[in-house]
């Protein structure tokens, strides 16, 4: 009944989703950046190892949600790669200079993906009127959204996360993200009525190098997911009312 999507930035992070208990893996490359489209290589190589849905998120650089016409051809052939290499969905997030969602291009997106499943991410966070927003979200075909009700983390959004559950009235999968952890994983879920979640649960990782040049002061740790975070976040939603466990 309750199903979890977490973020992995790694070849590592995607075989720790699976063994984890994940149900969907986003898969980014630049955590910094807030996530960017992973490579064919790396999309190939996720595909090969894990048997649970990957959606690889479909944003051709960092920064605003607004794209001129050649990030978009990008973001165009990046969908058609991710149908060749068999990929469950992908994730993207357009939207026009006023703060509302291009239904054009999202629509388009969506045409071409299909029959791959399309998240609207957290460019939704960024829109002037939610509400609006939603029902053009909804137009445009998407399967769900990523969202953080429009604030920093879910637990600043949650009234907002309620409020759109409602309005979606399931027409919508709402899936909130961001800062969502085992601590606050079921007062979230009680509160909100959200049946699925994202999680980024990541930590950072140290190098392994045992040579370091000390003239360069660059801290090369990396990210990677947290498998005994997303086990916890996992266990507790096996213990939510209503989740079959048989």
């Avoid at 190939?44 to 990030?71: C, N, Q, T, W």
């Avoid at 058609?80 to 703060?99: A, Q």
């Avoid at 429009?150 to 399931?170: F, M, Q, Y």
Wanted: a negative charge; one cysteine or more; charged letters at 25%.
């Amino acid at each position: 009944m309750y199903s979890l999507e977490v973020i992995a930035f790694s070849i590592e992070s995607c075989t720790t989703a699976v063994e984890a208990g994940a149900q969907r893996i986003e898969l980014c490359d630049n955590s910094f950046e807030g996530g960017t489209t992973p490579s064919a290589g790396m999309i190939k190589m996720a595909r090969s190892l894990v048997d649970i849905d990957l959606f690889p998120i479909i944003r051709p650089r960092g920064g605003d949600f607004l794209y001129h016409d050649d990030e978009y051809r990008i973001m165009q052939e990046d969908i058609r790669l991710c149908k060749d290499l068999g990929c469950n969905g992908v994730v993207i997030g357009i939207l026009t200079k006023n703060g509302s969602i291009d239904v054009d291009r999202t629509s388009k997106l969506v045409e071409l993906a299909y029959p791959l499943e399309v998240t609207f991410h957290r460019a939704f966070d960024r829109v002037q009127n939610y509400e609006t927003a939603l029902e053009e979200v909804i137009k445009c075909g998407c399967k769900r959204i990523l969202t953080s009700g429009l604030h920093p983390t879910v637990n600043e959004g949650r009234d907002i996360l309620k409020h759109l559950i409602s309005l979606a009235a399931g027409r919508i999968t709402i899936m909130p993200g961001s800062g969502l952890r085992s601590s606050n994983l079921k007062e979230i879920a009680e509160y909100t009525g959200a049946k699925e979640f994202h999680s980024s649960a990541r930590i950072e990782k140290s190098s392994s190098m045992l040579y370091w040049n000390e003239e360069m002061t660059e801290d090369l740790r990396y990210t990677i997911l947290d498998g005994l975070e997303v086990r916890k976040m996992r266990q507790i939603l096996d213990q939510l009312p209503g989740t079959n466990t048989e």
